[in-house]
């Protein structure tokens, strides 16, 4: 190998190490090129579209032209306040509180036992019972529940096999929440987002109950404290910021899904359905802007009540 063949190689080895004392004497300056590639994505692309979604929701639509028209007006927050609009928000927000506490109820105990019993191999097969549902097909899942909910499906099947059928009638007779079958009731929306957030409400649950020291078990029971006093006063209060947390993953996920509630359950249209139908087949991008405001405003409300209760502690 010649000299001038070394030399290109000599520069660069001496361009790096120039390169790397600066970096090493100024730790602000590699922070700064750590952290700039993604923020410059989070504030142009997400916040970009976030805040051109904020503008056009002060946008109308001529009524004439079906033309957006670019000037700042209410108008397009009074229709999002009529009472057929106002029925979507709260069927969608009932809808994701009831799916979050139901997934509190559900995965609480597993989150339990996993944190307190499970030790070794059992703990390896929770947290892949847990996460294998995560690995197969969103929509994959939801199309298998509506065959299994179906009027033809296992669940009517297996009514039948047990002498049920007149159980699985009668709760499909329920006001609001039964139906034709379970494909098509609120119910039937309900069991799949509860299946499909579940992990997201177990893990936080799990990691919060696996900070809680044994010793303050312990304590509470050489002071008397019966298992039941102990689990209600010592364990159930510090666990509960895990429970918040989880609830931020159901509650929101639920919130603007439109996939689920499109496959399983009524026509009865959730915030995600109208958005799509507004953008899509409407048009009407103004009035889809701000009914997407709505879950912001609800998650807003939500995430600080969630960070009082101390939810950010635990994830």
């Known amino acids: 190998m010649t000299i001038a063949a070394t030399l290109p ?56 032209t079906g033309m957006i028209v670019p000037e700042f007006t209410l108008s397009t927050y009074a229709d999002l306040l009529t009472a057929a609009n106002m029925d979507v928000v709260l069927r969608s927000a009932g809808m994701a509180a009831a799916v979050t ?24 097969a929770f947290y892949i019972a847990i996460m294998l549902p995560l ?15 179906a009027r033809e499906g296992v669940v009517t099947w297996l009514a039948g ?19 034709a ?22 893990l936080p649950v799990q990691a919060a109950l ?12 050489d002071l008397g404290a019966k298992p039941s006093q102990t689990f209600r006063t010592v364990i159930l209060p510090l666990a509960f910021p895990g429970v918040a ?27 995600g359905q109208v958005v799509l139908q507004l953008q899509g087949t409407a048009g009407n991008v103004p009035l889809a802007a701000a009914f997407t405001v709505v879950p912001i405003l609800i998650m807003a409300i939500y995430l600080t009540a969630a960070k009082r209760l101390g939810a950010f502690d635990a994830l």
């Open 245 to 271: 947390a989880g609830s931020i993953f159901t509650f929101s996920l639920t919130l603007g899904d439109y996939i689920i509630p499109g496959i399983i359950g009524s026509s009865r249209p959730f915030i």
């Open 161 to 179: 096999q047990l002498h049920l059928t007149w159980l699985l009638d009668g709760i499909l007779a329920l006001p609001v929440v039964g139906g």
């Open 210 to 221: 696996e900070r809680v020291p044994r010793s303050l078990t312990e304590a509470s029971a």
């Open 181 to 202: 079958s379970l494909s098509s009731a609120y119910l039937g929306t309900a069991t799949v987002f509860v299946y499909i957030w579940l992990p997201y409400m177990i």
């Open 101 to 124: 506490i139901l997934c509190a109820l559900i995965g609480f105990p597993i989150a339990y036992y996993a944190a307190r019993y499970a030790r070794g191999r059992a703990k390896a």
């Open 9 to 64: 190689a000599a520069a660069a080895d001496g361009i790096g190490r120039r390169a790397a004392r600066l970096l090493y004497r100024n730790g602000w300056l590699l922070l700064i090129l750590l952290l700039a590639p993604p923020l410059l994505w989070l504030g142009v692309v997400y916040l970009g579209s976030l805040f051109a979604l904020l503008l056009q929701s002060f946008y109308s639509v001529d009524g004439f």
């Open 135 to 149: 690995w197969s097909s969103y929509l994959v899942k939801v199309y298998a529940w509506k065959l299994i909910l």
